[in-house]
């Protein structure tokens, strides 16, 4: 169309969309565009004929209530979703679309039972003004006008506002159609949509394309945003039309309004999670309010001057547990006067006028503000005669679904659009996405309005009408470039095959080619190391690499999570209450009380003693956490009963066994020289200490059965008990009888009937009682290695240690003797090894089976690869045993 030729006073009718397009058209014209105005059909329409229609939201607010006032009996169909926006939102789309064609709801069908009852439900809508009747009764108002000064611009245009436009047409108004063009047409297919518009990208580029002569089709709604990704990595400049825009205010409105009607401490964390309310405390204000199961509205102040923390939390976890209640404290002051207001007895509008006035402070961006404007409309339309809960409810799904759209303001670049938008023809046609599913994407009538029911209205175009209406305008918008390239993905990301439409195939009239694409992928590879002088920097200091020995052991495991723990110092998160581990803590520390109070004769003590250990500790932990009272009762009388047979398991032991507890806890510092300066330093607790003359026995409380493995220990995973045993050994000039872990776990004893000996004759032996006792006796035994001869001094019938056996001579012998010389030496190297691999920057996130299971890190890893194999980091010999081998010991 030439623009420049248009008479002062014309009127050019085009859709929103292209007035920017058309306004840079005319001001490249001589004439420019004044004294022509540009609008669309509907505002034109309404410039003559200016009634305005209820809203959507008034008139299904008004019908949803007439709804329920409804006898639920009459409408055995419909009646579970008669009240629902959904079904009364399709009542008013049919009314609406039917209102255009001048049909009445008196007409509809009412032959089967169902008809009859949404014909019953339909009628309820007869006095509604719907917007597309307006748009007939203005057709009819303007019908004997001349308008001869109207230009339409000739786009898609569905059936209803085709039927305007041919009116138009008879008063005198002109078409401009965009001319035919001889096209050449490409036809590609790429493996999937991001190759799709790469391809389409590198095409641009490759052709030295002009920006401006572009136009692009998208038919799929899911390309928008991988196009935009696309072209920005390719510097390609581009104008997408109307993108929608999402805002957190509706959710946040509903958070507020459902607060308003059920003001529980559920919804109050509802709305602190909606991010309404941004101070930098608010996230401690609901951490704490979920961690002491507190309200906002109680006092915040129970841990303010506390200073003992008890034996099971340490005091650095209460001074972090202080800080968290008076940031909580701070959110609350300011969260508390909006509240309270709320809170307050006033009618529901005021409560929601609270509400939009608070939103009204959270407003950052445009299309906050275009959310905001959307939400007040609503308010203002049917605000009013919200009442209850239900209405509520029918009122939040007006809420749910609003979007804001950003209108561009100009136009740049290439034009990308969807695939009903037809634009001022461009040289360039590029269709993405053209597959069966997604195009020409002719809607059919579905839902409880379905075409079977649309066949029975008479007066509404029939199907096979709109078909061929709709299919004329999409071919008629591939037509106007003079090149046009088709292209459609085979296939989607989960691998479903796809194919392309057969209106494209059609239209192109021949097959697809693959769309060239110039892959140049380097392979990604992630690699988890850091420099050797990073690596010194982080983990060394003044020449010592400081470690627990669980620190080393935890490096084996997976050196990722050595990395996050030790080199980014990233404290696992605190789990409130009774944790797991505090049972092991409490454990430790009745065992260390009691050691330490009343020597060998620790295990003979009262249950009564125990209790009162308990209860100072749990009653620490109440304090702290007052709402999880039972619960830690609870916890209390569990683990008093299994502290109390773990005592008489050890009990049993103390009587057969001559060395006596000498230390618990014992804290060691003990450093290994390595070599170029770099010294290991470190640092622990000995659980417990047993002493008898010159020998030594190491004890390592367990909270289950834990055996002390070759393979383990010489692939690093068990470092703990051996090392103990090196510096004790070395510190403490004893000998080193053996060491051993502990189980406190009350293990779980099978109860058979009896049992069935093999030799012949076959006999069947009933369990008593002492059987039983055996059984539990083996289960509890401790586990480790002996590196004396003299171990019955430790257990004088064997019955306590595993591997220890008397034999003919009545003496007892340990199945191997380990030579702590030679341990000490491996473990010497097995140090030095991972050392070296610290500080040479190996933090691979490459855990073993089961690292994992208990990490905190993994929302940081993320890691879903395969397990790395448990490798032996050094092989020992035969001078691990005394007497020159394992066989002989
Ligand atoms: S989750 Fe697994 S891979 Fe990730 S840091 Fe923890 S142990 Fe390593």
Redesign the pocket.
């Known amino acids: 169309m030439d623009f420049s030729t248009l008479p002062m006073g014309s009127i050019i009718l085009a859709d929103d969309y292209l007035h920017p397009m058309i306004r840079k058209a005319m001001a490249a014209s001589k004439q420019g565009s004044l004294g022509i105005r540009i609008t669309d059909i509907s505002a034109f329409l309404t410039s003559y004929y200016y009634k305005k229609a209820p809203s959507r939201y008034q008139v299904l607010f008004t019908i949803y209530q007439q709804v329920q006032q409804l006898d639920k009996k009459d409408f055995p169909t419909y009646r579970n979703i008669l009240c629902s926006k959904d079904f009364l939102e399709e009542c008013y789309q049919l009314l609406n679309e039917l209102s255009f064609w001048g049909i009445d709801s008196s007409s509809l069908p009412k032959q089967s039972a169902s008809q009859k009852e949404l014909f019953t439900i339909l009628q309820l809508f007869k006095d509604v003004v719907f917007p597309k009747q307006l748009l007939r009764l203005a057709c009819e108002q303007i019908k004997k006008k001349d308008l001869s000064n109207v230009y339409i611009i000739d786009t898609y245009n569905d059936i209803a506002k085709n039927q305007i436009i041919k009116q138009f047409l008879q008063q005198g108004a002109k078409l401009s159609s965009f001319p035919k063009e001889e096209q050449e047409i490409a036809f590609y297919h790429a493996v999937n949509k991001r190759q799709e518009i790469e391809a389409c990208a590198q095409h641009i580029l490759n052709h030295s394309l002009d920006a401006q002569d572009i136009h692009i089709t998208l038919c799929d709604a899911s390309y928008p945003k991988l196009i935009e990704q696309i072209f920005q990595r390719y510097h390609i400049p581009y104008t997408l039309f109307q993108q929608e825009t999402s805002s957190q205010l509706p959710k946040q409105f509903l958070a507020l309004l459902n607060y308003v009607f059920d003001p529980c401490k559920e919804q109050l964390l509802a709305c602190l999670d909606s991010e309404l309310f941004t101070g930098g405390n608010i996230h401690a204000l609901r951490e704490y309010m979920q961690l002491f199961e507190v309200d906002l509205f109680d006092n915040f102040h129970h841990l303010e001057t506390m200073e003992d923390s008890g034996n099971l939390m340490n005091i650095y976890t209460l001074k972090q547990l202080q800080e968290l209640e008076n940031k909580a404290a701070e959110a609350q002051a300011e969260l508390l006067p909006f509240f309270t207001q709320l809170n307050q007895n006033m009618q529901i509008t005021n409560k929601v006028e609270l509400i939009v006035n608070e939103l009204n402070k959270h407003i950052h961006t445009d299309e906050d503000r275009s959310i905001y404007r959307k939400i007040t409309t609503i308010l203002y339309e049917i605000g009013d005669v919200v009442q209850t809960k239900n209405d509520l409810h029918f009122l939040a799904s007006f809420f749910e679904n609003i979007q804001g759209s950003k209108k561009q303001p100009s136009y740049q670049g290439v034009l990308i659009h969807n695939h009903k938008q037809e634009v001022l023809p461009r040289k360039y046609h590029y269709v993405l996405g053209a597959t069966q599913t997604n195009y020409p994407a002719f809607q059919t009538k579905k839902g409880i309005f379905d075409e079977a029911y649309y066949a029975l209205i008479k007066g509404y175009p029939s199907m096979e009408e709109r078909y061929a209406h709709y299919m004329e305008q999409m071919n008629q918008i591939l037509t106007h470039s003079k090149y046009l390239i088709l292209s459609y993905p085979v296939g989607s990301y989960e691998g479903k095959s796809m194919e392309a439409a057969l209106e494209i195939e059609q239209y192109a009239q021949k097959p697809s080619q693959p769309y060239p694409l110039h892959e140049n992928y380097a392979e990604l590879r992630l690699q988890d190391t850091l420099s050797a002088d990073m690596a010194k920097q982080l983990f060394l200091k003044n020449g010592c690499l400081h470690g627990s020995i669980s620190s080393f052991e935890r490096y084996v ?2 050196p ?2 050595y990395f ?1 723990r030790y080199g980014l110092s990233l404290k696992e998160p605190f789990q409130p209450g009774f944790p797991d581990a505090y049972a092991g803590t409490l454990f430790h520390y009745i065992l260390e009380s009691l050691t330490n109070a009343y020597g060998k004769e620790y295990s003979e003590q009262s249950s009564k003693q125990l209790r009162k250990i308990v209860d100072k500790e749990l009653a620490h932990l109440t304090q702290i956490f007052p709402s999880m009272e039972l619960a830690l009762m609870n916890v209390k009388e569990r683990l008093l009963i299994s502290m109390t047979q773990t005592l008489e398991v050890l009990q049993e032991f103390e009587a057969h066994s001559q060395f006596s507890p000498t230390a618990s806890e014992l804290e060691f510092h003990y450093d290994l020289p390595l070599q170029e300066n770099v010294t290991i330093a470190l640092h622990g607790f000995i659980d417990r200490l047993d002493t008898y003359q010159d020998f030594a026995c190491i004890l390592d409380y367990k909270s289950s059965i834990k055996t002390l493995s070759e393979t383990d220990i010489f692939a690093a995973l068990q470092l703990q008990l051996l090392t103990y045993a090196m510096v004790v050994h070395q510190q403490q000039q004893k000998e080193i009888m053996g060491a051993y872990y502990i189980s406190l776990k009350n293990e779980t004893i099978p109860c058979p009937a009896g049992k069935l000996t093999r030799k012949k004759p076959v006999t069947y032996n009933e369990y008593v009682k002492e059987d039983y006792m055996l059984m539990k006796q083996k289960a509890q035994r401790f586990n480790g290695w002996t590196m004396q001869k003299q171990v019955d001094t430790l257990d004088d019938n064997a019955t306590h240690i595993v591997g220890l056996r008397i034999n003919k001579e009545e003496e007892v012998k340990a199945g191997k003797l380990y030579n702590l010389e030679a341990i000490s030496s491996y473990m010497k190297q097995l140090y030095e090894i991972l050392a070296s691999r610290i500080l040479n920057g190996d933090i691979a ?1 490459t ?1 073993l089976e089961h ?2 299971d208990y ?1 905190s ?2 929302p ?2 993320r ?1 879903k690869g395969f397990y790395a194999d448990k490798k032996r980091l050094v092989e020992p010999h035969d001078d691990l045993y005394w007497d020159g081998g394992e066989q002989d010991a």
Do not use: E, N
């Open positions: 495991k997976c990722f999570s996050l996130c855990p690292a994992c990490c890190y993994q940081i890893c890691f």
